[in-house]
C-alpha cells in the first residue's frame, strides 16, 4: 500500500536549519509529484512547497519561499526538505502528500507528519 | 486570512445529511478540482474528496460539487466518526500556489 514516512523533525534554535525526508513506498515514486504541507498548532493546513515527478517545477509558499527548498531522490524514493533561517512561526507539524496528478492536482495520500519546535 | 473561505463550525445529528462549503474565486475553486480533507483529533489528514471523485475506501456517504466559485461536500447519513476537522484546498494560478480554507469543525450531536 502507498506510504510515505516523514523524519527529521526536532527542536532548533531561531535562525537555524533542519532537514526533513519522507520516505515513500508502494507506489512508482519517480511517477508523482508530491508536496509539504504543515499545521502549526491549534491551527488549520498550511501548504508550503510542491516538485514535480522529475524535479523540473518547484513551486513555495510566500512565507517560505527563499528560505526552504524541495528536492528528490528518484533513486531512493525520498523526498526532502531543507529549511534555514528557522523562525518561531515555522513551528508546525510537517506532512509530506502524494499529489494524485491527472485532473486533480493535490494531496491524495498523507504521512503521518513530523514535528518542527523552533524555539531558544 | 485563507484564501479559500470555510464554515467555522457546522453540526448535524446522527443520520442527517450535511453540507460543508468551500468558496474562492475564479483563480482557483472556479478552475481547478477541488480537494477535501478530513482530520480527526489533528492527526494525520485523510483524502475524503476530490472534485466529484472517492478515493478508494471512503464511504459513499460522502459526495463531492461545486457551482462557480464554491465547491461543497456533502455528508449524507451523518456517522459519530464522522465528526473531524474538514479542510478544502485546490491551486490557484494567479498565487501559484496550492490554497487551504482555513477548515470546517464538523460536531455529530
Known amino acids: 500500500q502507498v506510504q510515505l514516512v516523514e523524519s527529521g523533525g526536532g527542536v532548533v534554535q531561531p535562525g537555524g536549519s533542519l532537514r526533513l525526508s519522507c520516505g515513500t513506498s508502494?507506489?512508482?515514486?519517480?511517477?508523482?509529484?508530491i508536496h509539504w504541507v504543515r499545521q502549526a498548532p491549534g491551527k488549520g493546513l498550511e501548504w508550503v512547497t510542491y516538485?514535480?515527478?522529475?524535479?523540473?517545477?518547484?513551486y513555495y509558499a510566500d512565507s517560505v519561499r527563499g528560505r526552504f527548498t524541495i528536492s528528490r531522490d528518484n533513486s531512493d524514493n525520498t523526498l526532502y526538505l531543507q529549511m534555514i533561517s528557522l523562525r518561531g512561526e515555522d513551528t508546525a507539524v510537517y506532512y509530506c502528500a502524494r499529489d494524485r496528478g491527472g485532473n486533480y492536482h493535490g494531496p491524495d495520500y498523507w504521512g503521518q507528519g513530523t514535528l518542527v519546535i523552533v524555539s531558544s | 486570512q485563507s484564501a479559500l473561505t470555510q464554515e467555522a463550525s457546522v453540526s448535524g445529528t446522527v443520520g442527517q445529511k450535511v453540507t460543508l462549503s468551500c468558496t474562492g474565486n475564479?483563480?482557483?475553486?472556479?478552475?481547478?478540482?477541488v480537494g477535501w480533507f478530513q482530520q480527526i483529533s489533528h492527526g494525520a489528514p485523510k483524502t475524503v474528496m476530490f472534485g466529484n471523485s472517492l478515493p478508494s475506501g471512503i464511504p459513499d456517504r460522502f459526495s463531492g460539487s461545486k457551482s462557480g466559485t464554491t465547491a461543497s461536500l456533502t455528508i449524507s447519513g451523518l456517522q459519530p466518526e464522522d465528526e473531524a476537522d474538514y479542510y478544502c484546498s485546490t491551486w490557484d494560478y494567479s498565487l501559484s500556489a496550492w490554497v487551504f480554507g482555513g477548515g470546517t469543525k464538523l460536531t455529530v450531536l
Open positions: 508502494g507506489f512508482a515514486f519517480s511517477s508523482y509529484g
Open positions: 516538485i514535480r515527478y522529475d524535479g523540473s517545477n518547484k
Open positions: 475564479s483563480n482557483n475553486v472556479g478552475s481547478y478540482v
